[in-house]
């Protein structure tokens, strides 16, 4: 079986499900160059708990976890089929972690408003892993690290989240406004530690100091990158195939590691 690819997108505000912007359509060029996976392992910045947890329902719900938008986002629905047998697996596979085995989530927004440009079809299964809030960088990576072999099965994995996300600083009705310098710095000093393999500054992200904490003032939307990094291997080939920055301090850089 083809080793499939394991992709961070930045994705940003959720009418991108809906409207004909550049990162629908980057999204969905991308989309076309994935050999088709057996199924789909999400890792979504909306679902930040206490404790790690797989959806194991055959067919998860289509959850709309945000308010103030227009009716036809709420009306989205992306049917694709869960996989319990791969939660089973990843749980097992993540043992002694404890794993709650989850009927209740299903897919939350950073994960179907990113697939259903991907994947618009909705036939792959999809299966959603938490984020455990208590937990430092250093576990996620790890995580990402004993997750890798899926990718040798057929698994699709992908983060879902911004590297750069501060709403109290974006420019609300001016998403095309210029990034803020450290907006710009810090995605810079990400870039240059993805091409360069020095995870260790992206696991302790902190250590580059203002510009961190100003692009990472909660870790939920970058701690999705630290298992798409976990989950590549030495010899893939890394790219940007999207890239963008809303409203000076979300930014839409998408990250791909690739069989060689």
């Known amino acids: 079986m083809i080793r499939q690819p394991v992709i961070f997108i930045g994705h940003g505000n959720p009418l991108n499900a809906i409207s004909d912007t550049r990162y629908a359509r980057d999204w969905g060029s991308l989309g076309r160059q994935i050999i088709r996976p057996r199924a789909i392992l999400a890792i979504s910045a909306h679902w930040y708990i206490n404790g790690v947890a797989v959806t194991a329902m055959a067919n998860p719900r289509t959850i709309h976890d945000f308010g103030g938008f227009p009716p036809e986002l709420y009306a989205v629905e992306y049917p694709a089929p869960g996989s319990p047998s791969l939660a089973n697996e990843i749980a097992a596979r993540l043992n002694p972690i404890p794993v709650r085995l989850d009927e209740d989530w299903g897919l939350d927004h950073g994960t179907w408003s990113v697939l259903c440009r991907l994947f618009p079809e909705a036939g792959i299964p999809v299966i959603q892993l938490s984020i455990d809030r208590r937990e430092s960088g250093t576990f996620h990576y790890e995580l990402g690290r004993r997750l890798a072999p899926l990718r040798d099965e057929g698994v699709l994995i992908i983060g879902s989240g911004n590297i750069v996300h501060n709403l109290g600083a974006y420019t609300w009705g001016y998403p095309d406004s210029p990034p803020r310098d450290w907006t710009v710095k810090f995605e810079e000093h990400v870039r240059q530690s993805l091409i360069t393999g020095h995870h260790l500054s992206l ?47 979300i930014s839409m850089l998408s990250v791909r590691y690739s069989p060689a």
């Open 203 to 249: 696991i302790d992200w902190e250590m580059a100091g203002n510009e961190a904490r100003l692009a990472v003032p909660t870790a939920e939307h970058y701690l999705p990158l630290l298992y798409v990094i976990g989950a590549s291997h030495p010899s893939d080939q890394i790219d940007f195939p999207v890239s963008g920055v809303e409203g000076g301090s």
